[in-house]
Nanobody, 125 residues
């Protein structure tokens, strides 16, 4: 079973930055697609960004485009989400996911087999 562990969440003021990390525990697992989702309080989980290896192709939701950047360190089996110009509406639990089912779009929860436990991000105004 592939395990994902997120870290880097915390509390920050609006306009600030945070960098989330997601480590894949299984060294034999080939990371082809990684994604970040988030779940705001009282709302459904929504897609944030995805990255495909080895091409480095990325996609972002309209909510975060231009402010968030997803990247990967293959040697460390780690995916990052750099979040800049944070807004109060970015407050959510952030999850990483992998194990892509390609018959779903990248922004569907069903597209990913493996999920992390989430890390909380709180942005105050």
């Amino acid at each position: 079973q592939v395990q994902l562990v997120e870290s880097g969440g915390g509390s920050v003021q609006a306009g600030g930055s945070l960098r989330l990390s997601c480590v894949v525990s299984d060294n034999t697992f080939s990371i082809n697609w990684m994604a970040w989702f988030r779940q705001p309080p009282g709302k459904q989980r929504e897609a944030v960004a995805t990255l495909r290896s080895p091409s480095g192709f990325t996609q972002y939701s309209d909510h975060v485009k231009g402010r968030f950047t997803v990247s990967q360190d293959n040697a460390k089996k780690t995916v990052y989400l750099e979040m800049n110009s944070l807004k109060p509406e970015d407050t959510a639990t952030y999850f990483c996911a992998t194990g892509r089912r390609v018959n779903y779009g990248w922004d569907y929860e069903a597209a990913y087999r493996y999920w992390g436990q989430g890390t909380q991000v709180t942005v105050s105004s």
